[in-house]
C-alpha cells in the first residue's frame, strides 16, 4: 500500500496517526504469547540456575547440567503455551480479522467446530461423539469442551498467535518504542535534539511499520489448510457421528419391534395359557380354543421374531454369504430381481454386511419409488475392489439429496473408504453403483 497522493502535510499527519494507533492495535493483539513465553523462561532460567549454584564439577558434567536447565525451561515454556493457548487463541484471532476487514478490506471467513448432538442410548448412557456419559448434563458439557478445545481451527489460531509474535509485534511496536524513548530523551538534559529526531523518526515510520500484517494475515488467519489427511479426518468425524446416531435410531427401533409385537404376543401366550389351566377340569372345550390361541400367537411371535432377525443380521448372510443372500431377499421382493456374479469368494465380513444392507436399501427404494418391472443385481471384483451394480428400468430421477436414503449409503460406504456412483437420467433406466475396496476370504 501506499499512501494516498495529495492533501500536503495535514494529510500526512493523518496517516501518521493512523499508523500509531494501528501499531499500538496489533502490539496489543500480539504481545500475549511472547510476553508468557519470555516471563516464564527468564523465571523458569533463574529456578533452574539457582539448583546449580556453586556447582563444582568437570566441564562435560557442568555441559551437561546446563543442557538439562535449558531443556527444563524449554518443556516450561511449552506448557505455558499449552495452557494459555486455548483461552486466548481464539478471541485474540478473531479481533484481528476485525482488523483485516476494516483495514485491509480482507474477508477472512472460518468456521469453528460446532458443539455436536449428544443422544440417548438403548442402554441408558449418553453418547457425545467420541465417549459415552451417564447424565445428558454431562454429556453435553464434555461435547462443547471437546467442540471448543480440540477444534484444528483453534490449533491454526494459536500458530496465528505464535507467528504474530515474532514478526508483527516487533515490527508493530518499533514505532510505539521510538515515540516512548523519544519522549524519554527530550526530558533529559542534553538528549532534546535526539528525543525530537527519534520521535520524527517514529512518526514517519508508523504509517508502514504496521503492514507487516498484510502477509502474515494472508497466510495464517485464514481457514486451515485442508491437507489431504485433514479432509480425510473431517470426513471420519461425519462418518462417525452417523453412524453413531443411526445405531441410536436402529437399536430405539429394535426396542420398540420387541416391546411393541414379540413381548406383546408373549405376554398375551402367557395369559392365554393361565386361563386354559384354570378350565382344564371344568371347561375342557374352552381350555382347548385357548391353547390354540396360544400356539397361533407363539407361531406369529417367532415369525416377528425371525423378522427382526433378519434386519439384524440375516442367518443366510452370515451361512450362504453375499450373493445367496441377495437371492434370498429377490424372492420375497415385488418386481423380478436378477442377480449374476463373478466373484470368485466371500469378501471380508464387515464389508459383506455392509453392501448386503446397501443392496437391501436399494432394492427397497426401487420398490417404494421407482415404478420398475425389472431390476437387475451384479456382483464383480477386480483390482481389490468388490463392485455391486443396482440396475432398473423405472422412471430414474434418483438424486442423493440431503437427508435421503442414498446419501446414507454413500457415507456408510465411506467408511470403509468406498464410493457411490448414481447414473439416474429422467426417465430411467437407473444403475448404482456400490464399489467398495476389499479382500476376498
Known sequence: ??????????????????????????????????AVCLGVALGGSHVVRSWSEGLSAPLVVRALVTLGQVLMVLLWVTVAIWIVHPLTSRPLAKAAR???????????????????????????????????????????????????????????????????????????????????????????????????????ASL??????????????????????????????????????????????????????LHDGTQARLLAMGMSVGAAEQLVDTDPAAAKALLAEARTASATALAELRSLVRGINPPVLAERGLVDAIRALALDAPVEIAVHSTVPSRPERPVESAVYFAVAELLANVAKHAKASQVKVEFSFAQQTLTTTVTDDGIGGAVASAGSGLRGIERRMAAFNGRLEIDSPPGGPTHITVAVPCALS
Open 1 to 34: 500500500m501506499r499512501l494516498p497522493a495529495g492533501g500536503g502535510p495535514p494529510r500526512w499527519w493523518v496517516e501518521m496517526a493512523r499508523g500509531v494507533y494501528r501499531s499500538a492495535v496489533l502490539t496489543g493483539l500480539t504481545w500475549l504469547m511472547p
Open 98 to 200: 476485525r482488523c483485516a476487514e476494516s483495514w485491509l478490506g480482507m474477508r477472512l471467513e472460518v468456521t469453528y467446530r460446532a458443539v455436536p448432538q449428544v443422544s440417548r442410548m438403548s442402554t441408558g448412557y449418553w453418547w457425545d461423539g467420541h465417549e459415552y456419559h451417564r447424565s445428558e448434563r454431562e454429556a453435553r458439557r464434555r461435547a462443547k469442551v471437546h467442540a471448543r478445545f480440540h477444534d484444528p481451527q483453534l490449533h491454526w489460531d494459536g500458530l496465528w498467535a505464535v507467528v504474530a509474535g515474532v514478526t508483527v509485534l516487533p515490527v508493530a511496536a518499533l514505532p510505539l518504542l521510538g515515540l516512548a524513548g523519544g519522549v524519554y530523551m527530550t526530558l533529559t538534559p542534553g538528549l532534546i535534539g535526539y528525543g525530537i529526531a527519534l520521535i520524527v
Open 204 to 257: 514517519a515510520a508508523s504509517p508502514f511499520a504496521w503492514r507487516i500484517f498484510r502477509p502474515v494475515a494472508q497466510r495464517l488467519l485464514g481457514p486451515i489448510p485442508r491437507s489431504w489427511l485433514g479432509r480425510r479426518v473431517k470426513e471420519l468425524e461425519a462418518i462417525q457421528a452417523d453412524l453413531t446416531q443411526t445405531q441410536a435410531v436402529e437399536l430405539e427401533r429394535i426396542e420398540r419391534d
